[in-house]
């Protein structure tokens, strides 16, 4: 359903036009108000507006003013102009500021009706053009380059994926790569030259290094990214279609070696400038591509380190480094756990922690320093979405505490994990007691403030005073009442007027007003909606 802001500097009119016409039949939600330009581009910070309908002549800003500022902010928002004069200028001025009808007062219920039906279908057809299959392969290619390099990191992180899911993620790419591909991993480091240069200059050059690498591996299929240390990560694969004898020779080792060796050779030639390289033993796509990728990280560091214009091939000891202390990667790659713990992202973070406790069994075994690791920086991550929340950890763990306090005595990842368990769940539920409370102290204040201001409350208002965007709050009061706020008033206005006109003299037209209703001929309505009986025959039963 559309939302819908109506804004004049006439009460009862905005009040007859939100409430007198057939809104829901035509696809309109809700209905917001607004007695001036200043007043609607609030409700628009604050609430999603598809349609805006406003009077050109107001004080301050003007609806043709309040037009032009909602186009430079929500250029989506469909917009109606009311003027009561048949000015040329005001036209003009509408159409330079793309408002989608321009109708004249005193507009005719059906008039008014049939521009909000246009304005929705101007908007469904957009979104429909958006969302379209054609729209989003155009969007897809135009952005391929960048897709596949977030793909490939993610891979680098994690390569623990199902086939299915992959192959359909590189088809969806473009990348002819089958299951059980071989491949070779280089990491390729450009040096002083490359970043003495501007930082326009320093891209094209970057840009022309892996356009050579292109060139030079035209029997393969290279997939790169540049990773968060500025390195930039290559797969060479076997391009597809090529004769089997050719795509066979493409992959011996040795021809990989010495296309490398040319890459850096007319890197330097070319360009100006050294890289170095350190190219992998071949692998089986897509295994192994993080450890991989840790072990080429590593012989950077330890082998290269600071010298420029080397070329490193690992050896099958070097690559795997037996009886070395591998790093965990799980956890301290996106998404953090400490990030997801502070936020209540709880599938998310029982996705990482089943990240986490994988790869700690699947390199590490039992080894007491990689249990050690993992529970001081769970407990980390733990300790600061307890104290970011405004908690104590004494109070959300609970029994789990006391184990925190002896420290760390876990012999096992088992136990371990059984902990980190019971201790993220116990912060869980603390946490969502703390929302349920948070919530009911919500709905108290709610009901607090529309008692006491019964005749002028509305889910602006009301959301005005509670400090929340109107929507939030609707979904929040309903999901914990049972009931939504509009309904909620409206009951409560019928409730009371009906008790006025059992206990009281006053008139109809003076309870409609105590009530909240300017027009005595709505009240009437309502009234007799929700009773089945007019207030009058009410008062006379």
Known sequence: MYQLLIVDDQP??????????????????????????????????ATPIDILITDIRMPG???????????????????????????????????????SDYLLKPVEDEELLGAVKRAIGELENRWREVSSHQSALATLRDNLPTLRSHLLSSLLRNDRVREDELMQQLSMMELSIGWNSPYCMMLLRMEDYFYEQSESDSSLLEYAVCNIAEEIFEDHQLWYVKDEYGYYVFLILPRPNLPEARMAQAMVPQTIEQKVAHLQHYVKLYLKGT??????????????LSAYYESLLGSFRQRIGGERDFLLTLSEEQQHGEGEANSLTQLYHPPLLNHLLEAGQWDGVSRKLDDIFEELERKRGDSHEHILETYYAVVSSLSYAVHKNKLWLSECLGQEFNQLLSGPRFHTIAQLRSWINDAIAAYKACMTDRTQDSRTGLIQKVQEY???????????????HVYLNPSYLSKVYKLETGEGISEYLSRLKMEAAAHMLRSSSDKIYEIAAKVGYQKTSYFIKVFKDRYGITPQDFRDR
Not at 450 to 464: F, G, Y
């Open 275 to 288: 890289v170095s390289l350190v190219l992998s033993k071949q692998g089986t796509f897509p295994e192994k």
């Open 12 to 45: 009862d009119l905005v009040e007859d036009l939100a409430t007198m016409l057939p809104w829901s039949g035509i696809g309109i939600g809700n209905v917001y108000q607004a007695h001036s330009g200043a007043e609607a581009l609030d409700i628009m910070k």
């Open 61 to 99: 800003l003007s609806g043709l003013d309040l037009i032009e500022t909602v186009r430079e902010t929500w250029n989506h928002i469909k917009c109606i102009l009311l003027s009561g004069y048949n000015d040329f200028e005001y036209a003009q001025r509408a159409l330079k500021s793309q408002a």
């Open 450 to 464: 529309v008692s006491n201001h019964l005749a002028d409350a509305s889910l602006q208002s009301i959301a005005d």
